[in-house]
């Protein structure tokens, strides 16, 4: 294993500790692990935070900033948070206006995150918890029941992060949130294997000319294996399988602020359809450098002229990563007014930046 | 060789394809490749162009864009951009102001972009040359005779883009790109080999244990082979190297607009000193992810400090790249006033965004 660290037990606090050097703007806690926005708490303001295992850099602790998240709370390397973390970070980080935590769909991350919420609760803050679960690749997989949360995440955190800052109250960011993510679909592959700090070796083996299709951003896996192809080729099927998704129906638990319980709600998110207007997202899992995820781009383009949809709006990069991992996903995220106005507002974090 | 590209013979042309279709602000010709801000040439306005062998993503074409570039020349993977393509880039982007070619100095880019530079001023094009030579790590490379550029080529390209912005003319442009050369020191390493996607194999082997320090950005041979060590270690002897080294005297070759002649120039660059204020760039060589950089960066902060330098801005992330090499590279460029209001001054490319 060869990485740029030092003590397998140091990693994540080392790259705090780097983040907080190079980031003043940031309030980087050691102990326990979390990033606030150095003006925490924002007087009259939602705090929108996340929050899960590290090893996804820039997300989340790269999206603290004005304009998206108020804070961030990084586990260990693929291991959720834990609840004090959250819990602490949240009350850093209200105001008064409450606190919106946005949850990846794995059952360690949803488990932490809602005794979080009701420690939060249990001190008076107003608080509401958003599912994101938009990978389309698999139904259940080995960190949870049901669709993974992957991409559409780092979509989510922008918009609602910009909604926050324009003065939506806390259901208004909930609701935005909610539909954010009903409007979101993904998919990830692999053309090679991360390697966990800890673990000191490949998560998974995959052969010189085999890939894997519907990858998790743990490595955990996915749809299939298959030999290695074109990018055109790869890019086809999964944007396919991303616009061609049907209506999907789960049932999620939300908190009720009011009555202090929580509550499952059915959602379904309606399909893609010709005449959509979308964001389209394509990632780099980490290892796989952008000038590889502008090829894809070239392909996913095509694919969505052909299907009658229309890019409104794009991201290429390394933002919801891996490790080191080789391989990229696609995001498609429907748009309107609302959501464009709000993707489109100045944010200053580490990882993203315009307009400010 | 496991890539996301179609055929070896397309792998450049389908990503500018995808950067036309991802950035409608550019205008990306394809024969000859060359990429021009949408609105080129800019009436009055000084044409900032840089260029080289594709594979250093987002370098340069990423890089074209209001506040930064007005044109970038990409040749095949890892091999100098033809004179043509210079030439036509810089008839694309010269408004009447004239035509500044930042050059990273390799004997391919050198000697294509001096007969670029005759032939614009054989059109009556105003222009110069200025020749980028930073890494600290070697003398001679495979590629080259005396320093290589590589990072600073990041950093000059921002400001002396901000500084054509805001009207310098011609001279005052080459000047500042000379002082910030002179600022400017890199040194880079690599975990892994990249793969050239013609020759479909590791440009070189290292062992499961082993690092090369000093490699350049082709994956041609660097100061030297060694073990595997920390992060902190393999930082530490790399900021040294760049803050240590001693005043660096060489002979370059301008163009004398005046006189239609080349003209030899001896340069030298001051050393680092305690005091003084640096740009601090910690960048990826395309398969490192930002987490390790930060790991990479906290040490590095803590270095500075020590020799008592000042860190007053940084830039942490993939910016000039070797395909897909794991490794990064340290960059410090000595600041004054001027350096500093065009390094803040707003910029909107693909590859860096802010105020914009």
Redesign the interface.
Known sequence: M?????GIDD?VR??????A??HPELSVHIDPHYIVRGDAPVAGKVAVISGGG??H??MHG?FVGVGMLDGACPGEVFTSPTPDQMYECGMAANSGAGVLFLVKNYTGDVMNFEMAAEMLAAEGVPVQSILIDDDVAVKDSLYTAGRRGVGTTVIIEKIVGAAAEAGYNLDQCADLARKVNSYGRSMGMA??SCIVPAAGKPTFDLG??E?EIGIGIHGEPGQKRMP?T???A?TEMMALEIIEDDAYTRTVREWDTENGIWVELELTDEPLAAGDSVIAFVNSM?????????????KL?AVCEDKGITIAR?L?G?YI?S??M?G?SITLVKVDDEILKFWDAPV?T??L????
Chains 1, 2 share one sequence.
């Open positions: 060869k990485k740029l660290i030092n990693v080392e790259q705090l500790q780097g983040m050097a190079a590290s090893g850099e820039p790269g053309l090679t010189d000319d890939i290695m074109s990018a055109d790869i980490g290892g796989t450098p952008v000038s590889e995820l502008y090829a894809v781009y070239r383009a794009n290429i390394p990563t490790l080191e080789q990229f200053n580490p990882g930046r315009w307009g400010a």
